[in-house]
T-cell receptor, first 113, second 112 residues
Framework: KQEVTQIPAALSVPEGENLVLNCSFT??????LQWFRQDPGKGLTSLLL?????REQTSGRLNASLDKSSGRSTLYIAASQPGDSATYLC????????????FGTGTSLTVIP | AAGVIQSPRHLIKEKRETATLKCYPI?????VYWYQQGPGQDPQFLIS???????DKGSIPDRFSAQQFSDYHSELNMSSLELGDSALYFC???????????FGSGTRLTVV
């Protein structure tokens, strides 16, 4: 079974800092990887999707990279803002077994004004 | 753009009651997934449907059942509710084999 780990579990940074969130997964045979944002008690908002053949995806201040062979992905947030405060989840879809995503436990980000 | 619609948004039930959660996927999406997220937990996969047939089954209790209808909406039926069933229940849809998931806002179920 695919296991997904996110480090750190919580992160607090001052506004304006650049930061990196890490995601690692145990089985490199993946179809794609998706980063989500979740506000407290709310739904999951998709941020970036990286197909297994891709190395990175960018959207605005967000950049996600994928190193499939080492089982790692990073989410880079530039010039962080208080509105970025949320929990960030990465989810991996295996290439072979089924369609479900396996989620990490998330990184809780707080950006201090 | 249309999103995944879930209803109800909030639901309070007593132990041993039943509950039905509904999910309306994005138009033309043919695959629906159900996830359960307990407090402080990551989402856990319950079940998925592709073209109205069950495609994958995860950690869904036997007390729960689900189906996808001809219009592609899906319902999750939960019986003999237990306190531990209190959670956020997410539905997501996708176009099979392509792109990623789009999640709904979830249904918060509280069992008292």
């Amino acid at each position: 079974k695919q296991e997904v780990t996110q480090i750190p579990a919580a992160l607090s940074v001052p506004e304006g800092e650049n930061l990196v969130l890490n995601c690692s997964f145990t089985d490199s045979a993946i179809y794609n990887l998706q980063w989500f944002r979740q506000d407290p008690g709310k739904g999951l908002t998709s941020l970036l999707l990286i197909q297994s053949s891709q190395r990175e995806q960018t959207s605005g201040r967000l950049n996600a990279s994928l190193d499939k062979s080492s089982g790692r992905s990073t989410l880079y947030i530039a010039a962080s803002q208080p509105g970025d405060s949320a929990t960030y989840l990465c989810a991996v879809r295996p290439a072979v077994t089924g369609n479900q995503f396996y989620f990490g436990t998330g990184t809780s980000l707080t950006v201090i004004p | 753009a249309a999103g995944v619609i879930q209803s109800p948004r909030h639901l309070i039930k007593e132990k041993r009651e039943t509950a039905t959660l509904k999910c309306y996927p994005i138009p033309r999406h043919d695959t629906v997934y159900w996830y359960q997220q307990g407090p402080g937990q990551d989402p856990q996969f319950l079940i998925s449907f592709y073209e109205k047939m069950q495609s994958d089954k995860g950690s869904i209790p036997d007390r729960f059942s689900a189906q996808q209808f001809s219009d592609y909406h899906s319902e999750l039926n939960m019986s003999s509710l237990e306190l531990g069933d209190s959670a956020l229940y997410f539905c997501a849809s996708s176009l099979a084999g392509k792109r990623g998931y789009t999640f709904g806002s979830g249904t918060r179920l509280t069992v008292v």
